[in-house]
């Protein structure tokens, strides 16, 4: 059986990569849901975080809404143009209450920056050819 779940190299883990994201990168707002992202040099995989402000609620909301966002990005993990890191910060639980929902709000903003792959094209990002 394959396990489940967002590998470890598919997600942000340094302070210094979450700093170089949010101060060094892009913001896009949507609906209930604000996204960073920042470019690297290298052509890995994308990698994710969701950054969670008390505010949203008490704790079994956060987490469950950190779970649905993981979720929807472990679930099209293989649309995410390479070399790109991707910072999530929900701001209403309402709007993402199920993963289809966490996966519309993503695709959305995603789309919005330009970072899904194209089938048709190669990976390149735009501004990176």
Same mark, same amino acid.
């Given at each position: 059986m394959?396990?489940?779940?967002?590998?470890?190299?598919?997600?942000?883990?340094?302070?210094?990569?979450?700093?170089?994201? @949010?101060?060094?990168?892009?913001? @896009?707002?949507?609906?209930? =849901?604000?996204?960073?992202?920042? =470019?690297?040099?290298?052509?890995?995989? %994308?990698?994710?975080?969701?950054?969670?402000?008390?505010?949203?609620?008490?704790?079994?909301?956060?987490? +469950?809404?950190? +779970?649905?966002?993981?979720? %929807?990005?472990?679930?099209?993990r293989k649309n995410w143009a390479p070399g790109v890191d991707i910072i999530v910060s929900p701001r209403d639980s309402s709007l993402l209450n199920n993963v289809h929902a966490a996966q519309d709000a993503l695709k959305s903003l995603s789309g919005k920056a330009a970072l899904q792959r194209n089938a048709q094209t190669s990976d390149v990002l735009p501004g990176k050819n």
């Open positions: 394959q396990p489940q779940g967002l590998p470890h190299r598919s997600r942000l883990h340094l302070k210094r990569d979450f700093e170089r994201v @949010i101060v060094g990168g892009h913001k @896009i707002k949507g609906k209930g =849901l604000v996204l960073w992202y920042g =470019l690297r040099p290298d052509r890995q995989p %994308a990698r994710f975080a969701v950054v969670v402000s008390k505010k949203l609620g008490p704790a079994v909301v956060r987490n +469950r809404t950190k +779970r649905l966002l993981r979720e %929807a990005f472990r679930l099209n």
